[in-house]
């Protein structure tokens, strides 16, 4: 196209420039002129004042808006000053956006047609107020996107396999028992439970109904009265024009949030609270990531992928008081603002290369739970009271310790508001058996969590208040609940113990399934807010609330016991996303029975649980001089990252890194294709020859990444600061040892340990890729790097020879090589290296993990071909799984896993086997063999495993009719989503992952 | 991938080698628990629905795959003997091929390929060794089958002793075609269990269709039973099911009785799977006339079919499945 030349003379006719400086005129002068337009420019405050530079990277388009004061006025330049400006590498690009649905113009932000730089709050205001005007054809666009798409699916498979669906629901059936009993196994007699089968729990049959088919909505409590409050108690500053103490305004803030919260005790159920005032909530956090949402407001209810309802009432909350308030007071924009639109977040932003966490939280931990369990909040108010008068403090240690105090009376106030409820809900229940459980629940509430528990039904409800409370302070993302069946084990025996007679003790059983099955349905009340761009990075993801299980104890004895096979049972029946459940697995000490149960419950759920192998994740862990006790108390946060429970702040998903663009810049002298910026060092050129051994291309890459590595932790810290000005969190603080002793939040680095974790992605990629440079290039000499780099940029399409010797002759991860594990083990000994050199902001360490979310699926969606011969666009390996292609036998994948050092790998890795029953075989063989598999890997020094037990032929079925589907359970690279809620692209990778009957 | 390293010389037995046509880790159906079975190639018996016919003879062989075929002509350039016609259907001219196999190691894409390498037991073993802890904590181990191992019985034998003494489970499946005494001493206390395939019972049907006498295998059947129930190993005849040749009720009628004469109570039966004449094509070996209607059609053995068998085994007193 002409036009994509460089513009410079004015006077030539420019058509894009015309449409566009017209099209803004109209949008203008409707914004300005018509009343009903008009009132969107309004805020709480006054007016929302932003201005909007718009471009092509030839120059052929320059333009600009700006609201003032309630009047929106166009320019043919991009203003001076603009706070977002939106760039187009072309011309095209400008029309295509026009007619684009909004998830396809969010794929054109991915694909780098178009960038923006500056706010990236108001361009989503900025897109908001564009479908104010053309949400009626966005909308079309979108039914006529999703009606095209399930036409398609139906015409390629326009039966239902009924078989197959029948056959994953048949796999509640059959249910084996357990062979023996294990040492902490005290009342069970069978501890597989078998004889309970979902049938036998009406209501969790009801609440799993209203799970399947309620819609989520977006939830307008927390921000409405957090907003609330600082318009009244103002944010940088107090009413006395004094700046505020972060930490203190945040307690109060939540505080107020608390006390006014309303106390819901959802219908029939055992526990009392609901995180948000709708049946499924979604939660908007203005501080965080929620003004990422802004543009959606009209039609995030129509989207494909993860559709929410909004009222007129919310919507009209969120843009006119909530968003305009924090469109600068949130991480993001903060960072923004202080550090003048700093490079590494401006690469942050281009979403090819990596995404940084902490942009919405930095919560991924776990709660010292049994301490509010033992003291309540009166106790833990005392504790730190006691601390303030027996130690001397400063005045920020002193406000910190208050601050904590006034957040636990937070959420004190917020279980006596839920005790008060449930007498009213009594009072006014008809049904004299549910009045009879709301009475006795209106006395749970008043014992905790402002006491010590003493019941299971008291531990329970305390930690689900707490955990209400903890997501009304801190992003739905991750943060974790720990190892319940050790901390709630106690109670259970307590409860037992009080009980004489068989029958009663029998019921008793049932009642704890029950309430621990309320208590995973209660998990499920609420949900992250997922602008549509995220759909793409974690597709089909919840808050990733992870329960950890079994395992041993802090002493190192056998800590499987009664709550551990309660837990697996409540998993299995209910077979749901969240609770994301890990299972810790000692092979020397935890006992066969518990294995194959795991593998049961991972067939039947066709998904869950990850099961980890404690030996080795001990071992890793050695490494940092944690105390051996906590490092045996280690619980899955988020997907599988290991932290210390109750004292250690891991941030354990601080960044996804895609090691992949370190590679393909390595290959284009510091050019990244996709985004087409020379943005990384020049390391050499392969087309001139400049890498004249293996090592030296090692070492290009290795660069590229160090320098990835670099902006992104530089981001990190960045963003580490806006937390502590934002958001310090007193209440979780109160709950994770250290931060009283040291009278410091969390954020600051009051914990006993303090690290943060990332995910690499697309270690197997990496790997075969440097086998083949190594081995066709430099080794065997059979291919030139130049002719490998033809076919590379061509996808191979000019050298399907070239092609085929890459997917064959070379030995890849996952084929039983050494060398090619050595590969492996040489990339992750380098990241891991590197940063743990790193300076931490909260001191410690940074640590390494191989999994991947879903953005191996996106990020490859992003990258080129690779050496490997994995051809452009096509998603990488989930975690660090080899390629399907590297070996036809499993056992060769699962050994060269379990060969990786664990020294390495200190934020766990993801190792997805998709493995097939055989219709013909017994319950008992196929668990046999399942058992074989995981317990060898085990054996062997595998540190994590995870299996999705379902056929390729099912998962097309459950493509063209979800409506047979709509609890298949899936594991992505770390958590669990529904099938049928995926992108296609996702669900298209589950598919072509290798598969192996058993 | 890793696959296998050619060597100058082949066949079967020289320098104590075997040759082996395929090594596959992993089997689940092959005996109990995880297994790796290791394919003998040659086979002293010929029966016409051989669903493995590259394991028939006792040379190595080439193959050629169409389908993964991308044209690329590599071997045309290093053929020494000009066999390679790619105008022609069958691709490889069988007649001048002198199998130096030049051809296997330079195609890219694996659509030539070798059909049978000899190994000696130390590689083998090295192929095996290292799924050892999955045959530990499964109960599995290794199955020989081919082909037939005791066409190698040297090998076999000594591969099972290092097995033996390796602590690992170990199979075998045969036709029952061999010498007795000769098993008996050198491969048979190196066995723990047996797969013995009885296939038909009519002499001189079996010489039609499995291209030897049956005597000998009836006979060794009654032995190595016999020597199982004094602390030998296990022994489980095999049926293959081949429609209208094995599966008719006179066959089954009357390997019931004989089974029934030795005493022995249990049998499998295999059902035919229609898709091994593929294979046939890919060594440009003819479909048998007997099968070309099945190859066109690829039916599936039918249920009925099976329960029928084991229904009529039953009345014997054999239980099958």
């Not at chain 1, 197959?164 to 059959?174: P, V």
């Not at chain 1, 004190?412 to 049904?431: G, M």
């Not at chain 2, 060794?129 to 037939?148: A, M, Q, R």
Request: hydrophobic residues 40%; proline residues 5%.
């Amino acid at each position: 196209m002409g036009l994509a030349e460089p513009l410079s003379d004015r006077s030539v006719f420019r058509p894009t420039q015309i449409m566009v400086t017209t099209l803004l005129r109209l949008m203008a002068a409707a914004y300005t002129w018509r009343g009903s337009l008009n009132r969107y420019l309004a805020s709480a405050t006054g007016w929302i004042d932003f201005t909007v530079g718009i471009r092509t990277e030839s120059g052929s388009v320059t333009a600009g808006i700006s609201f003032r004061q309630g009047r929106a006025r166009v320019e043919d330049r991009v203003p001076e000053g603009a706070d977002v400006i939106l760039t187009f590498t072309s011309d095209r690009a400008v029309l295509k956006l026009l007619n684009a649905t909004p998830t396809e113009q969010i794929f054109m932000l991915l694909k780098s047609e178009l960038f923006y730089e500056g706010s990236a709050a108001y361009l989503n205001c900025f897109f908001f107020l564009l479908s104010v005007l053309i949400h009626k054809k966005q909308k079309k666009l979108m039914l006529k996107e999703r009606t095209t798409r399930s036409r398609q699916l139906l015409k390629e498979s326009p039966r239902p396999r009924t078989d197959l669906s029948e056959g994953i629901k048949a796999r509640a059936k059959n249910r084996l028992a357990a062979e023996s009993r294990d040492p902490g196994v005290k009342y069970l007699d069978e501890p597989y439970l078998s004889s309970y089968g979902i049938e036998d729990f009406p209501r969790l049959q009801r609440f799993l109904d209203e799970h399947f088919t309620t819609k989520a909505e977006v939830c307008p409590e927390l921000p409405k009265l957090v907003t609330e409050w600082h318009l009244e108690n103002g944010f940088e500053t107090d009413r006395q024009g004094k700046p505020w103490n972060p930490i203190m305004r945040k307690a109060l803030a939540f505080r107020h949030l608390m006390e006014r919260k309303k106390p819901i005790i959802h219908k029939d159920d055992l526990i009392a609270g609901t995180t948000t005032t709708m049946p499924i909530g979604v939660v908007v956090y203005p501080e965080g990531h929620g003004t990422m949402i802004w543009s959606e407001l009209l039609t995030v209810g129509d989207r494909t992928l993860n559709p929410y309802d909004i009222s007129e009432d919310t919507r009209r909350l969120l843009h006119h008081t909530v968003f305009p308030y924090w469109a600068h007071r949130n991480f993001r924009e903060w960072v923004r603002d202080r550090y003048g639109k700093p490079l590494c977040q401006r690469i942050d932003e281009r979403f090819a290369v990596y995404f940084d966490w902490k942009q919405a939280t930095i919560s991924h931990t776990i709660p010292d739970f049994p301490k509010i369990l033992r003291l309540g909040t009166k106790g833990m108010i005392d504790e730190i009271r006691a601390h303030l008068q027996d130690h001397p403090h400063d005045e920020e240690e002193r406000v910190t310790l208050e601050a904590m105090i006034i957040a636990l009376e937070g959420l004190q106030a917020y279980s006596r508001n839920l005790a008060k409820q449930a007498s009213i809900d009594a009072a006014r229940e008809p049904d004299p058996a549910r009045r009879a459980e709301l009475e006795h629940l209106a006395k749970v509430c008043s014992q905790v969590v402002e006491h010590p528990a003493r019941t299971l039904d008291e531990a329970v409800n305390a930690v689900w208040i707490t955990w209400v409370a903890l997501h009304q302070e801190s992003t739905n993302a991750g943060l974790s609940l720990g190892r319940l069946d050790q901390w709630l084990q106690p109670y259970f025996e307590a409860d037992m113990a009080k009980l004489a007679s068989e029958e009663e003790r029998r019921a008793y059983i049932k009642h704890a399934i029950e309430l621990v099955g309320c208590f995973y349905m209660r998990c499920t009340d609420h949900l992250p807010l997922t602008p549509d761009l995220a759909n793409f990075y974690f597709g089909g993801s919840s808050s990733d609330q992870a329960i950890t299980l079994g395992g041993v104890t802090p002493e190192g004895e056998d800590a499987v016991c009664d709550m551990t096979y309660i837990f697996l049972k409540v998993t299995e029946m209910l077979s749901i996303r969240d609770p994301n459940v890990n299972a810790r697995y000692h092979p020397r000490i935890n006992s066969d029975t518990y294995l194959k149960r795991l593998c049961e419950v991972n067939l039947v759920t066709a998904a869950t649980p990850s099961m980890h192998n404690d030996e080795v994740i001990f071992t890793s862990l050695s490494q940092f001089g944690y105390d051996i006790r906590d490092i045996r108390n280690w619980s899955a946060t988020g997907c599988v990252e290991p932290t210390l429970s109750g004292r250690h702040i891991g941030h354990t998903n601080m960044q996804m890194m895609n090691m992949v663009a370190a590679l393909e810049m390595a290959l284009n002298n510091g050019y990244h294709p996709v985004m087409k910026w020379k943005l990384g060092p020049e390391t050499g050129s392969v087309e001139k020859g400049d890498f004249k051994t293996f090592d030296d291309f090692f070492d290009a890459f290795t660069t590229q990444f160090k320098f990835l590595i670099d902006q992104s932790i530089e981001y990190n810290h960045m963003l580490a600061e806006a937390h502590q000005e934002l958001r310090p969190t007193p209440l979780l603080s109160s709950l994770i040892d250290g931060c009283v002793d040291k009278g410091r939040d969390v954020t600051k680095g009051g914990a006993v340990y303090n690290s943060s974790g990332t995910a690499i992605i697309g270690l197997a990629d990496v790997t075969d890729s440097l086998m083949v440079i190594k081995k066709l290039v430099y080794d065997e000499g059979k291919v030139s790097f130049e002719r490998l780099k033809k076919a590379i940029d061509a996808n191979f399409e000019n050298d399907p020879a070239l092609y085929a010797m890459v997917t064959r002759k070379v030995p890849l991860f996952g084929s039983g090589s050494e060398e090619a594990v050595a590969m492996a083990n040489r990339i992750a000994k380098w990241a891991h290296d590197y940063y743990q050199g790193l300076d931490h902001y909260r001191g410690g360490k940074y640590t390494v993990g191989f999994w991947s979310m879903s953005n191996h699926v996106i990020f490859g969606t992003l990258t080129g071909a690779l050496p490997s011969g994995r051809l452009a666009g096509k998603p990488f390996t989930p975690g660090l799984t080899p390629q399907p292609i590297a070996s036809k036998s499993l056992l060769d994948n699962i050994r060269d896993v379990a060969k990786l050092d664990p020294m390495n790998i200190t934020n766990n890795m993801a190792f997805n086997v998709k493995v097939v029953p055989s219709a013909k075989d017994t319950r008992e063989k196929t668990i046999g063999d399942m058992f074989s598999y995981v317990k060898t890997y085990f054996d062997m020094g595998g540190m994590q495993m995870q299996m999705n037990v379902v056929t390729s032929e099912t998962l097309r079925d459950a493509m063209a009719h979800p409506e047979n589907y709509r609890n298949l359970l899936v594991r992505i690279s770390g958590y669990n989503a529904y099938f049928v809620t995926l992108n296609k692209d996702m669900q298209l990778e589950l598919i072509e992952r290798a598969e192996y009957g058993i | 991938m890793a696959g296998y390293t050619p060597k100058a010389h082949e066949d079967t037995g020289t320098l104590g080698e075997a040759l082996i046509l395929e090594i596959k880790p992993n089997s689940l159906d092959d005996g109990r628990g995880i297994r790796t079975v290791v394919f003998f190639k040659g086979c002293p018996l010929d029966c016409v629905w051989c669903h493995n016919p590259e394991s028939k003879s006792t040379r190595a062989e080439l193959s050629y795959d169409a389908k993964a075929c991308i044209g690329c002509n590599t071997c045309l350039e290093v053929c020494p003997a000009q066999a390679i016609d790619p105008g022609s259907p069958s691709f490889v001219d069988r007649a001048r091929c002198t199998l130096c196999f030049a051809c296997t190691v330079e195609c890219p894409t694996g659509a030539l390929e070798r059909v049978g390498i000899p190994m000696g037991v130390e590689d083998v073993l090295a192929r095996i060794l290292p799924d050892k802890p999955f045959f530990v904590t499964s109960g599995g181990g290794v199955t020989l089958s081919g082909g037939e191992p005791t066409l190698a019985m040297d090998f076999s034998a000594r591969l099972a002793s290092r097995l033996k003494a390796e602590g690992i489970h170990t199979l075998l499946e045969t036709c029952g075609l061999f010498d007795l005494k000769t098993f008996t001493h050198t491969l048979m206390p190196f066995v723990d269990e047996i797969f013995y395939d009885i296939k038909i019972m009519d002499a001189g049907l079996h010489r039609r269709f499995c291209g030897a006498d049956n005597r000998t295998i009836l006979s060794n059947f009654a032995a190595v039973l016999n020597m199982s129930r004094n602390g030998g190993p296990g022994v489980l005849p095999r049926i293959p099911l081949v429609p209208g040749i094995t599966d008719t009720d006179e066959n089954m009628n009357a390997i019931g009785k004989f089974l029934e004469g030795l005493g022995c109570r249990r049998a499998a039966v295999l059902a035919y799977n229609p898709l091994w004449p593929e294979k046939c094509l890919k060594l440009g070996l003819k479909v048998p006339f007997e099968f070309e209607k099945e190859h066109k059609e690829r039916t599936w053995y039918p249920r009925q079919r099976l329960s029928r068998a084991i229904e009529i085994l039953s009345g014997y007193g054999v239980e099958a499945g």
